[in-house]
């Protein structure tokens, strides 16, 4: 993967010692001029102070800066917490002399322990000095906490602009963020013309399809924030399509990089439910499916097990007529007219099982509603960092 | 454990060559006359031949037997599957001079394979010939699946008449039964005069804060079936609180021993929310926690996570305000006014966590909301168990 400076950015990182193992673990991207921005955040009504405070800045469309850190959260810390974070923005801010509330501060990591803010602050002049525009690499490290790999992504938005996507996320994914509302933290940047509003439009309808429509292990995070800033420092002015398709190829891709390095995930699932009558019950069968322990302990097993996929799909609370029921996996049909089609049929889909990424297919009626979701599978390796993540 | 006959009832069981490892594998219970009946049946949309059938023939209130295998869950079977279940639930009727109707069908195991009838068929004179009051045990012991024992609780209702639960139940466990709607099967018999309308109200209302408030991996089956049936031959009349107090006792014994014996399942955890503005949201906070992967992985690792444990109350679209949020583990607080109490209290807490069984309570706030829900730990076990299962 090679990727692009994005004109009117720049990142870098450092490490401030917040991680116990010495790795980078503070990242900080720098918008030579106020850039437009919009956010998106949690649901969860348990929040980390930085995801209050981005919140709050993220209110006024301008940004001049992101820090983030990994191995702390920062939620539940109280007054501590909320504190930790306006000093650590605030020393941000008057390094690259901007005002305190164009810094939007994102953490990811353990909950509970409050933000050492000083090991950052000791640590700003020489983030400021590594700043440049080629700093994005370093930036995606710093942020990881379990990832297996940094997540990145670049797509160009028509002729002359373009936009970067850096993310982290491998544990407590299942992003549920809305307008000013994951551990997944997104970062997007982008070089094109674009206004507040539009940014903040095309980012809900791309969080919607991509990172909302994902899964590693159902669990909504405190902390989970999307960010996108544009320098409009190309000074192409795209279109608000050319926005969106970016925006949900952008988003696309490292949702898929999510899951594909979801604790202990051996596959990518993608489950495609469509014939139900609206686009929402196909989103919940999809979601029921996508994060039903019996179905992704099956995909770990590589075991095309119908049964398990049609009773996760009748427990969503949508009706649909079973009796109607096709199961396409990698494209073979292994149940028609909710009975199975076969062993033959249920080995070839074996197979398809055994790729690291396939799509199963539900189709419960003859309806418009359809859904895609990601899924990865359940196996040893996720109880494996999952029981012992704190020790 | 000993148990008492249940006056009017006989019990019997045979192996039918349903299940590959010989073992019994259908059971039958008697009324010797008419009998009351009430039941709850899966709200799950794809329903097995045997569970809809039921729930047409519980509706007249009286029944004469039950008779249920594992080993095949008849499932997704289509009208091969219909006609099997009624042609051995004729075989019965026929065998103990009952009609048709008079018999209820139950099936548990995989789900896709049309039941064997022939086989039951053949093996209904031996089952009839097997009938005996202590004839229980078998009953209980045929129809275990993925078990690791027979599950069965009594209790007297007043004086003179005596409730027996039978249940099997450790995987896809997250029943959500309602009047006519796991794989969990629970028998319960009762000596006692009462009416259809009072076993029917009383049924449900135990059902709701007991099998419906329990969860093994948040999956619930197309085949789970809670059938009640009094023979009244204790002639006692008992009232309906005694009833309802039987009930609850009975299936909330049952459900917890399902939930002790869930696949893999090292510990039983009580998660009790306190303290929200209504009881269905408590309820929506305590399913949300106990079917949490990061909180049944923490659990299997001993591990009083606390973040995770307030992460998933905050996921559940209940409003709370987190920094009242207070959590106990054996009774030890470990959070209070939502912040950490601090190592030593962690370290206690991971104490009671190394217990079979324990309780956990998230106090949200000072409403009068509250909910219990029964939940099991994450671990190897469950995906060894889940990964091969079909195999």
Redesign the interface.
Known sequence: MSFEPVAGFRFGAVSAGIRKDGRIDVALAVADQPAVVAGMFT?????AAPVDIAMQRVRSGRARAVVANSGC?N????EAGWKATLDTTRAVAESIGASEDEVLPASTG???AVLPAHRIIERVPELSARLSPTGYLDFAQAICTTDRWPKLAQRKLGAGATLLGIGKGA??I?P?VGPPHATMLVFLFTDAVIDAGEASDALAASCDVTFNACSV??????NDTVLLLSSGASQRRVSRDELSAGLTEVCGELARSMVADGEGSTHVAEIRVRGLATRDGARAVARTVA????VK??L??K?A????L??????AG???D??E?QILVGGIPI?R????VGAEAELKANEVLARDTYVIELVLGGGPGDFAYLTSD???G??DV??????
């Open positions: 649901r969860n009504v348990v929040r959260a939620a539940c810390t109280g353990v909950i509970g544990g407590m299942h549920d292990d159902g669990d909504t995070s405190t994060t039903s322990m019996l302990t099956a770990f097993g075991d097990n119908w049964g398990r049609l009773a996760a799909a009748g427990r949508v009706p649909f079973p009796r029921a149940v007219d909710g009975a199975p359940l196996g040893h996720y109880v999952n029981a012992g993540y704190r020790s």
